[in-house]
């Protein structure tokens, strides 16, 4: 194991549950990553990493280059090889996101006001309202979803227009604009996403070959992330996703070989997850070896509900919501970035490491000063 500060559980005060799996803290500013790594004089992976271990409730720092000597050979990592689109268009006073393509054909788009910095919600939209947008585009929004997302109808190809009209998508935290590649992975090959599948973020060429070099494998899937404005604290809706056969052959060989199957990202969570909820599940006699029970990081009451499953290949729309009441089958781990105070991730977060673990990860990491956000520091959890 990599060197680095240990921090064991104890008697420090941890955020407060506001529902199952779910924290709630105040988050200083100062903790928001503003600008690339890469603006602050790293590399990709030279971002901090701290890991929790589920088995003993260890929580260890490190930097993300050290990832290959935290994994062991056998274990299989599954990444998701979505890129992102320039999903936003921006109007004098408004700003238009869109989220992705819905199974009818529409998109769903979200509006938001423009401020000196970055952008708001904005309520004051019509169902049926035409809305020019530049180049000579128009978007008519034919029905409200929520009360922030609309599904819209744009009078041409959306991801061309898109790649010549559209930025990335940017929020308050971020005070500049950044190009397009800031905001790609570089297991990106499938362009679809409105915001970054930012988990594979801190990955480079270098240490996929160092992870591929030591044993370690890399098995993609797609899954194309919408919005997720930082204001609203909603359940995700329907994405859509692709689990290739290649990829559950290899994640149901892993765990039958003992193996661990770490996700990079929640994206990839919930469609691993979505992929193996009709497949049989294994008897308590024939569970996979090194399969994961559900037992918790520290104690019964923070039961991870991580077991078997077979996952099948999959593709399509999935609505599947990851909680520690429904538990995780198809994982043993999870690579991904600090999330917002009472969000949904944080109860995906708790259904692989158990609620106690991850409460005492984020008072650790807010101790620490660990950086959030898209351009901050990554959390793996084993």
């Known amino acids: 194991m990599t060197g680095g500060l240990s921090t064991s559980p104890g008697p420090r005060g941890t955020p407060s549950a506001t529902a199952p799996g ?3 803290f105040a988050l200083p500013e100062a903790l928001e990553a503003r600008q690339p790594p890469e603006a602050r004089g790293l590399r990709r992976d030279g971002v901090r990493l701290m890991v929790s271990r ?9 930097t993300f280059h050290d990832l290959p000597a935290l994994l062991s050979p056998g274990d299989l990592l599954v990444v998701n090889n979505s890129a992102t689109l320039p999903a936003a268009v921006r109007l004098d006073r408004l ?11 529409e998109w769903l788009v979200e509006l938001r006001r423009r401020t000196a910095t970055a952008t708001e919600p904005y309520s004051g939209a019509a169902p049926g309202e035409w809305l020019p947008l530049p180049g000579g585009a128009t978007l008519r929004l034919a029905g409200q979803v929520t009360p922030r997302m609309w599904r819209a109808v744009l009078d041409r190809d959306v991801p061309e ?54 044993g370690i494998a890399i098995a993609p899937v797609t899954l194309h992330t919408g919005v997720a404005s930082p204001e ?19 994640v149901n060989l892993t765990r039958a070989g003992g193996g661990r199957v770490v996700a990079v990202g929640t994206t990839v969570v919930r469609a ?9 599940r294994p008897s308590d006699g024939d569970e996979p070896a ?5 037992g918790g990081a520290s104690g019964a009451d923070d039961a991870s509900g991580v077991g078997g499953a077979v996952v099948r290949a999959a593709s399509g729309w999935t609505s599947h919501i990851v909680t520690p009441e429904v538990g995780v089958r198809a994982v043993d781990g999870l690579i991904t970035g600090l999330h917002e105070p009472r969000s949904t991730h944080l109860m995906m977060l708790s259904a692989v490491g158990g609620p106690g673990l991850v409460a005492l990860s984020y008072q650790v990491a807010l101790d620490e000063g660990y950086l959030w956000h898209e351009f901050g520091d990554a959390h793996l959890i084993v």
């Open 22 to 24: 779910s924290l709630d």
């Open 272 to 280: 691993l997850e979505t992929a193996a909820l009709d497949a049989p």
């Open 290 to 294: 090194g399969a994961v029970g559900t």
């Open 161 to 214: 227009y898109l790649a010549e009209h559209g930025v990335p998508i940017r929020y308050g935290y971020v005070p500049r604009d950044w190009p397009i590649s800031a905001y790609q992975t570089v297991f990106g090959v499938e362009p679809g996403s409105a915001e970054m599948p930012s988990a594979g973020r801190p990955f480079t060429a270098r240490l996929v070959a160092e992870l591929v070099s030591r």
């Open 54 to 62: 589920r088995g003993t409730g260890e929580i260890t720092h490190h």
């Open 95 to 105: 700003a238009v996101h869109f989220s992705g393509r819905l199974p009818s054909g």
């Open 232 to 250: 609203k604290d909603e359940p995700p809706y329907p994405e859509w996703f692709s689990v290739p056969a290649s990829t559950a052959r290899l």
